[in-house]
């Protein structure tokens, strides 16, 4: 399992780019909360200056951008003008129009390009971006949860964040291949009485249960009322971040069976996956919201429920590497 996996992976967003010469180059990962920005000056080493933007704080990419640019402290003479860039965003793109899922954002790629004085800028989808990165990962940012993990075969990644990201990447004889798509938006299916009973009090209110509309930052808050409900308990609305430090904490109760039943949602989201795409490279985590659970998350239901999968749990298991 990987806790913290980073979109902003230079080489990657450089091969994007088409950007084999020409520094400096600018990385950024873009999600429904956070613009997160950083500066590439030699391809062989991670980006520098990563600066994190409150994406309502600025009207569009151009102006976070623009702000991050104005902020870097480069030593004289040098120049702060990217001649490429590489954004991963956290939405699907599907044209020279990108309009951010859980964002207010929306912009043209042509558009944005002229507005930077870039010669060249990639947009690509943020999960597509996670995927690619998996073979580059190094061991200082994994925790596993299962197997040494080394790349091979077939890997996925899920990101509970604001929303909730789902890709996969494929070993080929012509190098990686990336899996992009909208797994979050997927249904999501309960493995016992007590999640049958949380969606159908969540189903009163959303004719569509997705696995984000529960996996995610704007769905933890979602997922509280409705363990509140089932257990007949009165609480107030409280935000992803209080859920989490709270549960955490050990100081309050609805709060740790809200984390518990994330937890075990997860684990049964993330079954599906791997058995969907034949993950047996493993299943990575990512996103905001498993970090900060921390050691919560690794005596959580996360990996009875991940294996939890019938017949199949006796035949299909992620395969240590050859």
């Given amino acids: 399992m990987v806790p913290t996996v980073n979109a902003m992976d230079p080489h990657l967003a450089m091969a994007a780019a088409h950007a084999a010469r020409g520094l400096p180059w600018l990385v950024g990962d873009i999600g429904g909360t956070n613009a997160r920005l950083g500066w590439v000056t030699d391809p062989a080493l991670p980006a520098e200056h990563v600066r994190t933007l409150p994406v309502a704080e600025h009207a569009d990419p151009a102006a976070a951008v623009k702000a991050y640019l104005a902020g870097l402290p480069l030593r004289p003479g040098a120049s702060r003008v990217p001649r490429h860039a590489a954004l991963a965003v956290a939405t699907a793109i599907t044209g020279d129009t990108v309009e951010m899922t859980n964002s207010p954002w929306r912009f043209s790629r042509q558009a944005l390009q002229r507005q930077l004085g870039l010669q060249s800028l990639a947009v690509l989808n943020d999960f597509e971006a996670l995927a690619l990165s998996l073979p580059r990962l190094g061991p200082q940012q994994l925790r596993s949860h299962g197997l040494p993990v080394r790349p ?171």
């Fill in 152 to 322: 091979h075969g077939t890997m996925a990644v899920i990101g509970p964040g604001t929303g909730l990201g789902v890709a996969g990447v494929v070993q080929t004889a012509h190098g990686w291949t990336a899996l992009p798509g909208e797994g979050g938006h997927a249904t999501l299916s309960a493995a016992d009485d007590f999640e049958a009973q949380l969606l159908a009090h969540v189903r009163r209110h959303h004719e569509h249960v997705s696995a984000e509309r529960l996996l995610s930052g704007i769905g933890l808050p979602t997922l509280h009322q409705a363990v509140a409900a089932v257990l007949s308990q009165r609480t107030p609305q409280l935000s992803a971040q209080d859920i989490v430090a709270r549960g955490c904490a050990g100081e309050d109760p609805l709060c740790e069976r809200t984390l518990d039943a994330f937890c075990a949602l997860l684990g049964g989201f993330a079954g599906n996956v791997a058995l969907t795409l034949g993950a047996r490279g493993g299943v990575y985590i990512g996103g905001g919201i498993v970090p900060r659970l921390g050691d919560y998350f690794f005596a959580s239901r996360f990996r009875e429920r991940f294996e939890a999968k019938g017949a199949s749990a006796a035949t299909w298991k992620p395969s240590p590497p050859r």
